[in-house]
T-cell receptor, first 117, second 116 residues
């Protein structure tokens, strides 16, 4: 398995500000992802965090709003920029362990609960 | 894109009862994951199924993937209050060569309540 930590665990922010969420894994992993879970909803993939290169974003998510960094194989950050109340969600990072070919076990961090006022 | 439908959406059972949650896909499932989530928290990995007909068990939870790889079920035997939470199925996406993208699409979740 993988031990994943996220900081902060929760935050309350004012609209128009930005928040950076950190994700730290206890071992090197092949892939890291960022998901959003809006209130009462299931998880939606925001982007794949690529080590040493730009993140790959899913439809509906853009780099200007959700800039992502991944400087090494154990760490990534997600920034929620120019926040509005609609950004209030739980943000979760996940990691895939194993080879890129075939299917990997995927583990999730504890999440960051963001409330935007 | 792949869509996953879970049923039921919510389930209330008495402690000790057995229960089943289903996850049906619009496309072939190449990697099917089951997670449990406590309200407002992260996801706990339960099991991953890859092959048609595969079945895995952990403690009192059994997950199966049907032969056609379009439906999975999660069965809990002799439920306990500790089993309460939201159960989510997630499907992996693959390219034409069968390489996993590692990007999961999730069902809407099943809320399980277990009364003591």
């Amino acid at each position: 398995s993988a031990v994943i930590s996220q900081k902060p665990s929760r935050d309350i922010c004012q609209r128009g500000t930005s928040l950076t969420i950190q994700c730290q894994v206890d071992s090197q992993v092949t892939m890291m992802f960022w998901y959003r879970q809006q209130p009462g909803q299931s998880l939606t993939l925001i982007a794949t965090a690529n080590q040493g290169s730009e993140a790959t974003y899913e439809s509906g998510f853009v780099i200007d709003k959700f800039p992502i960094s991944r400087p090494n194989l154990t760490f990534s950050t997600l920034t929620v920029s120019n926040m509005s109340p609609e950004d209030s969600s739980i943000y979760l990072c996940s990691v895939a362990k194993g080879l890129t070919l075939g299917y990997n076990e995927q583990f999730f961090g504890p999440g960051t609960r963001l409330t935007v006022l | 894109s792949q869509e996953l439908e879970q049923s039921p959406q919510s389930l209330i059972v008495q402690e000790g009862k057995n229960l089943t949650i289903n996850c049906t896909s619009s496309k072939t499932l190449y990697g099917l994951y089951w997670y449990k989530q406590k309200y407002g928290e992260g996801l706990i990995f339960l099991m991953m199924l890859q092959k048609g007909g595969e079945e895995k068990s952990h403690e009192k939870i059994t997950a199966k993937l049907d032969e056609k790889k379009q439906q999975s079920s999660l069965h809990i035997t002799a439920s306990q209050p500790s089993h309460a939470g939201i159960y989510l199925c997630g499907a992996d996406g693959v390219d034409a060569g069968g390489t996993s993208y590692g990007k999961l699409t999730f069902g809407q979740g099943t809320i399980l309540t277990v009364h003591p």
